[in-house]
């Protein structure tokens, strides 16, 4: 079975402050990979996908960065946090399939980032 | 450019009755659509979706869903729901490979 992990479960960090979130996939290879960004109560933003190792494309500018080190992990980080970064990042996994063929998203169960 | 609209923000009903969320999109392309429940503070769960094939799609939890193409919508239905039901719900539409556009949710309260 596969299992999406998030790391950390929250954080609270001051404005200015670096940030690295992780999110590992056990159980699938190759899978595309995605970071969302959720408001308090508002709807979610895609920030990040990748298709494959070393590649990661931007969807959104958000003074944030993101990295696919290995093939399981992907990687969201800022060298300097602001006030509206505060929210909940969710990852997300889909199992790559042939053109035409759509295959659902799963989430992991989130970071709440609050940035005082 | 892909949109998602949901047209109701709070919806409350009683457990045993049916309920319908509304969900309409525009997008350019192949379009694929698909539904996910949130618990307060929890990740999202997969529903439901559509791609192809019969335009009325079966989920979880006696949830089901029809597309229609002309109404460029693809409402939620569920005939009898549950307390464990109140939830905010997201309707996604995506293309390709590329991540999923949301609709800003709506948030089902259930009374007993």
């Known amino acids: 079975a596969q299992t999406i992990h998030q790391w950390p479960v929250a954080e609270i960090k001051a404005v200015g402050s670096p940030l690295s979130l992780g999110c590992t996939i056990k159980?699938?290879?190759?899978?595309?990979l995605y970071w969302y960004w959720q408001a308090t109560g508002g709807t979610l933003q895609q920030l990040f996908y990748?298709?494959?190792?070393?590649?990661v494309e931007s969807v959104v500018q958000l003074n944030l960065s993101a990295s696919r080190p290995k093939d399981d992990q992907f990687i969201l980080s800022t060298e300097k946090l602001l006030l509206s970064h505060s929210g909940f990042y969710l990852c997300?996994?889909?199992?790559?399939?042939?053109?035409?063929?759509?295959?659902?998203?799963?989430f992991g169960p989130g970071t709440r980032l609050t940035v005082l | 450019t892909q949109t998602v609209s949901q047209s109701d923000a709070h919806v409350t009903v009683f457990e045993g009755d049916s309920v319908e969320l509304r969900c309409n999109y525009s997008?350019?392309?192949?379009?694929?659509l698909s539904w996910y429940i949130q618990h307060h503070g929890h990740g999202l769960q997969f529903l439901l979706k559509?791609?192809?094939?019969?335009?009325v799609v079966q989920g979880v939890n006696g949830f089901e869903a029809e597309f229609s193409k002309s109404d460029s919508s693809f409402h939620l239905r569920k005939a009898s729901v549950h307390w464990s039901d109140s939830a905010v719900y997201f309707c996604?539409?995506?293309?390709?490979?590329?991540?999923?556009?949301f609709g800003l949710g709506t948030r089902v309260s259930v009374f007993p």
């Open positions: 997300a996994w889909r199992q790559y399939r042939d053109w035409g063929i759509y295959a659902e998203q799963f």
């Open positions: 159980g699938k290879s190759s899978p595309n």
């Open positions: 990748s298709i494959t190792v070393g590649q």
């Open positions: 997008y350019g392309g192949s379009i694929y």
């Open positions: 559509y791609y192809s094939g019969n335009p």
């Open positions: 996604a539409v995506s293309g390709y490979a590329q991540g999923l556009t």
